[in-house]
């Protein structure tokens, strides 16, 4: 069985500063790991995916994210934090892509101060 | 522009009354998905289909249904509400690639049972 596992349902940065979630998964098959990117009120947006071929993946609005086989994880950073990165963050695993079932963590809010 | 949308976006029902939540896409996806977000377990699959005819049960289930008729439409029915059910609903919709791949997500619909 797949899951994921977001460490810390809640991180603050302050504007400009380095931005770190942090997602780990369990998965018995190589998986397809995703960053999914929620505003208030709204429905999730892809941030980003990894999908086997380059280990750093770049996703929109300069976030980025690196797959570690070895410590089953798929943190996602950004260097420098903006106020309009203020969000809720889901890191997902599939065993067959990110078309098919999708497994969901938790989520990490992430507050932004000016 | 294709999109999907759910109706109605807020509904307050009582216990033990049947709700159907509508779920629309116009990006002509055989994948689709439903899914219930509370807080402190991210999203939770509840029912999904990969084509017309095609349904499956998620990780939360029970006291849901679905049916898929046609490949834009997959209504979402609560048999008998009860306030556990009490959530913001998500239907999701995707292609069927074989690698990568990504969900779009409608706005949600607020669901209160009393």
């Known amino acids: 069985a797949q899951s994921v596992t977001q460490l810390g349902s809640h991180v603050s940065v302050s504007e400009g500063a380095l931005v770190l979630l942090r997602c780990n998964y369990s998965?018995?098959?190589?998986?397809?790991l995703f960053w999914y990117v929620q505003y208030p009120n709204q429905g999730l947006q892809l941030l980003l995916k990894?999908?086997?071929?380059?280990?750093l993946v770049k996703g929109i609005n300069g976030f980025e994210a690196e797959f570690k086989k070895s410590e089953t994880s798929f943190h996602l950073t950004k260097p420098s934090a903006h106020m309009s990165d203020a969000a809720e963050y889901f890191c997902a695993v599939s065993d067959r892509g990110g078309g098919f079932k999708t497994i969901f963590g938790a989520g990490t809010r992430l507050f932004v101060k000016a | 522009d294709a999109e999907i949308t759910q109706s109605p976006r807020h509904k307050i029902t009582e216990t033990g009354r049947q709700v159907t939540l509508a779920c629309h896409q116009t990006?002509?996806?055989?994948?689709m998905f439903w899914y219930r977000q509370d807080l402190g377990h991210g999203l939770r699959l509840i029912h999904y289909s990969y084509g017309v005819q095609d349904t499956n049960k998620g990780e939360v289930s029970d006291g849901y249904s679905v049916s898929r008729s046609n490949t834009e439409d997959l209504p979402l029915t609560l048999e008998s509400a009860a306030s556990s059910q009490t959530s913001v609903y998500f239907c999701?919709?995707?292609?069927?690639?074989?690698?990568?791949?990504?969900?779009?997500f409608g706005p949600g619909t607020r669901l209160t049972v009393t």
């Open positions: 990894y999908t086997s071929a380059a280990t």
């Open positions: 990006w002509n996806h055989n994948n």
């Open positions: 998965s018995s098959v190589p998986p397809y």
């Open positions: 999701a919709s995707s292609e069927s690639p074989g690698t990568g791949g990504e969900q779009y």
